[in-house]
């Protein structure tokens, strides 16, 4: 079993750039997908997802924002969109999907930003705290619970090129790094920090700026996060920076499970 997070920033622009051939080469089961930025009838006409797939979209009600797609050749039932919760009870701006597939269940969340002003910043954090509420639901399940997208949150500093020179940046602020601590402590495992070893500077992102994507000066924020059940049928994580270089300023997390 392969399961995808990807944030494509864009899925009409990554379209255009590729994004079907990254598909068909990395062959997933499960795609989870983040920053869709489409409305259902705004895809484009030709385009379809690979055969013998099922696809629930769930855009943000403004449009060319924000939007979280599950894509699954294996067979998916919607337990639910968003997080009920009273920032945002409609999840308006399309951020969080659960499914069920077979024998396990996925949380596919883009995390909001906060780097563009205080207001999202203070928003962001709210968000936080009640995301974390929400999926603790499903972390003691006895069946493998994978929550995975864009958590917008560069955990330690080897997540990130440049800590010291990032300290104050939304993203790597210390009380968003110690809640990201208090998640994992809560039980979760970040499977890739887990499978790589503490030391490793892989990144995710890249800022379209200063060169960053040529010289990798780039953060880890796109995440998979198992519960107990599912950490133990982790068999591989990886990153495609290719991916990311070509289709979207973020690259895919790769996941295959025993």
Not at 61 to 72: D, N
Not at 192 to 218: C, L, M, T, Y
């Amino acid at each position: 079993m392969r399961i995808v997070t990807w944030n494509v920033n864009g899925i009409r622009a990554a379209i255009r750039k590729g994004l079907d051939r990254f598909i068909d080469k990395i062959d997933a089961d499960i795609w989870m997908l983040q920053e869709v930025r489409c409305l259902p009838e705004q895809l484009p006409p030709s385009w379809t997802i690979p055969t013998g797939s099922q696809m629930i979209l769930h855009p943000a009600k403004k449009k060319g924002y924000s939007g979280v797609a599950t894509i699954s050749k294996v067979g998916m039932v919607e337990i639910g969109k968003g997080m009920k919760g009273d920032l945002d009870p409609d999840d308006s701006e399309g951020r969080v999907l659960v499914t069920a597939h077979d024998d396990f269940i996925l949380i596919n969340t883009y995390l909001p930003s906060g780097s563009s002003k205080d207001e999202r910043q203070r928003y962001k954090e709210t968000w936080m705290s009640q995301w974390r509420n929400f999926i603790h639901q499903y972390l003691h399940s006895e069946l493998p619970v994978i929550v995975a997208g864009d958590l917008n949150i560069a955990h330690t500093e080897n997540d990130i090129w440049n800590p010291k020179g990032n300290a104050k940046s939304s993203g790597f602020l210390p009380h968003e790094r110690e809640w990201f601590s208090e998640l994992l402590g809560d039980g979760w495992h970040d499977v890739f920090r887990e499978h790589v070893g503490p030391d490793a500077k892989i990144f995710s992102w890249w800022s379209n700026r200063g060169q960053a994507r040529a010289k990798d000066r780039g953060w880890r924020i796109d995440y998979i996060l198992a519960n107990k059940v599912a950490k133990k049928r982790v068999k591989f994580v990886e990153i495609d920076r290719q991916a990311g270089l070509e289709v979207s300023d973020h690259a895919p997390v790769i996941l295959d499970l025993h």
